[in-house]
């Protein structure tokens, strides 16, 4: 992928180097989904950076100044024009409009570059910051999975499901 810039950010590959700054936010997810995701130590995050660095599905989000990665972004493809799609940032870069930011951009090129018609996004229902990013991001509320998914388990073992809700885009709303 070529690298998408906005006034504050870069969006582009992975690459050695970022593996510190994925790890400063994986080691600890904050949220349920991103639990598989954890990283134990630098050389499990470099791992990490070398997988996602081999692929356009996984999108760096860094600073332009410094080049500093402050989370990554995701886009599936699934044929023939639609996307699914995510995002997971760094907590000490929250509030400052950065993840709207790099949302806007990652949208802007699916739907011109790609010529994506369709992106949706799965929010757990207890995830309000993301869910208000999609909202922002005029994604629509297309649905409520009670109890559809389970990424941990309490202390006996059981699986806790969550309730996941389903938010989605079309190009004809994103450029009206």
Known sequence: MDPIQTDRLILRNFRQGDAA????????????CFLSLKLED?????????????????????LRTPDKLIGDMFCMPEPPDTYSVGWNFNADFQGAGLASEAARALFEYLFTVKEARRLYA???EDNLPSRRLC?????????????????????EGVPVFENTMQYALLRKEWVA
């Open 21 to 32: 700054d994925l790890l400063a936010y994986l080691h600890q997810p904050r949220v349920s």
């Open 42 to 62: 630098l050389g499990a995050a470099e791992a990490e950076v070398k997988t996602r660095g081999t692929s356009d599905e996984h999108i760096a989000v860094c």
């Open 135 to 155: 909202e922002r991001l005029g994604m629509r509320k297309e649905g409520l999975f009670k109890e559809f998914i389970s990424f941990r388990t309490d202390d």
């Open 122 to 124: 799965f929010v757990e």
